[in-house]
């Protein structure tokens, strides 16, 4: 896997936000948290329902 400095990622991000604008990506982190604390919470009912039926 080729190294990445910290120049090569500062580019990438500038290019990232002038493709896609900040509030694009703002909306996008966004929903994606969102979808991460669900995902969580779904992990963690599984095994309280797990112990309820038994």
């Not at 990506?25 to 963690?44: D, N, Q, T, V």
């Amino acid at each position: 896997m080729p190294n990445l400095g910290p120049t090569e990622l500062i580019i990438v991000l500038v290019i990232v936000v002038l493709l896609f604008g900040a509030g694009r990506i703002s909306k996008i982190a966004g929903e994606l948290g969102s979808g991460i604390r669900a995902f969580k919470e779904g992990l963690g009912n599984t095994s309280e329902d797990r112990t309820k039926e038994t």
